[in-house]
């Protein structure tokens, strides 16, 4: 079974940074590939990153620069850090495990609760 638990979200000025994490059942990181999405209200759910098993990422243009996708193995937790951030940031951000091929990551149906990011002065 693939449980996913994220945290980390909060309130933050335009420019500050934030580190979300998403804990995951153990052995995910051997068989998944690990995605971080997020969706504002009235749009669509859209990729932020993605890191494959061998520990390629994909990043949308976007967050490239901005947003970093990371894993600790140890830990069965997945993070991403994200800097100099935007009002067009505040959305709310899931944990999925997918698949990654062909340098794309594409989402399989697990994911997180969700963990509010809002961006405001």
């Known amino acids: 079974q693939v449980q996913l638990v994220e945290s980390g979200g909060g309130l933050v000025q335009p420019g500050g940074s934030l580190n979300l994490s998403c804990v995951a059942s153990e052995g995910i990181f051997s068989r998944f590939a690990m995605g971080w999405y997020r969706q504002a209200p009235g749009k669509q759910r859209e990729l932020v990153a993605g890191l494959s098993v061998a520990g390629r990422t994909q990043y949308p243009e976007f967050v490239r620069e901005r947003f970093t996708i990371s894993r600790d193995n140890a830990k069965n937790t997945v993070y991403l850090q994200m800097n100099s951030l935007k009002p067009a940031d505040t959305a709310v951000y899931y944990c999925?495990?997918?698949?990654?091929?062909?340098?794309?990551?594409?989402?399989?149906?697990?994911w997180g609760q969700g963990t509010q990011v809002t961006v405001s002065v």
């Open positions: 999925n495990a997918g698949t990654f091929y062909a340098g794309s990551y594409s989402p399989f149906g697990y």
